[in-house]
T-cell receptor, first 115, second 111 residues
């Protein structure tokens, strides 16, 4: 039990489908993150939310749409994805402070395959 | 932008041998963190270094933060098969909330 729960664990979808990834943290943290991890690239930060406000968006294509309704929940809405979007999508949370970044706690990830 | 480089990309050792991975940043870091990801798992936080020249130990693992706060290393003494996985360093700059992860060093330990 990591304190960060992601669903689903695996997802197979066609390029025209619309799906959503869900992340929930039970650690009382104030910051949440989406990362993409593929075989050839390191952990790529996609989005950062701090106190429900999006603070960073690392030039992610608009086919990925994040939503953070409260500090415990984070969604990643997917539509019209491409085969190169197949990867492990990791959610993380942390207790972010002004001058230092606390450790990030990761969920188990969603393994996404685009057909 | 800030970049974090990590070497080597892969390391294969015999059980009992030592192992070291190195991390270098293009800019000064406010802190650096280390994570371990087992095969099929997710990154797990190991440690955070904040002070210039800081050295911390966790059993057989020794972490160092350089004097200029631009480099760091993780050294494992007498590796065991349970040490198998990918070790990531991640640097936090002086602004923003994002960590910049290195590409990781994948460690394979054979008995």
């Amino acid at each position: 039990e990591t304190g960060v729960t992601q669903t689903p664990r695996h997802l197979v979808m066609g390029m025209t489908n619309k799906k959503s990834l869900k992340c929930e943290q039970h650690l009382g943290h104030n910051a949440m993150y989406w990362y993409k991890q593929s075989a050839k690239k390191p952990l790529e930060l996609m989005f950062v939310y701090n106190f429900k406000e999006q603070t960073e968006n690392n030039s992610v294509p608009s086919r990925f749409s994040p939503e953070c309704p409260n500090s415990s929940h984070l969604f990643l809405h997917l539509h019209t994805l491409q085969p190169e979007d197949s990867a492990l999508y990791l959610c993380a949370s942390s207790q972010a402070r002004v001058t230092a970044e606390g450790p990030q706690h990761f969920g188990d990830g969603t393994r996404l395959s685009i057909l | 932008g800030q970049q974090v480089m990590q070497i080597p990309q892969y390391q294969h050792v015999q059980e009992g041998e030592d192992f070291t991975t190195y991390c270098n940043s293009s800019t000064t870091l406010s802190n650096i963190q280390w994570y371990k990801q087992r095969p099929g798992g997710h990154p797990v936080f190991l440690i955070q270094l904040v002070k210039s020249g800081e050295v911390k130990k966790q059993k057989r693992l020794t972490f160092q933060f350089g004097e200029a706060k631009k480099n760091s290393s993780l050294h494992i003494t007498a590796t065991q098969t349970t040490d198998v996985g990918t070790y990531f360093c991640a640097g936090h700059g002086n602004s923003g909330y994002a960590l910049n992860f290195g590409k990781g060093t994948s460690l394979l330990v054979t008995p």
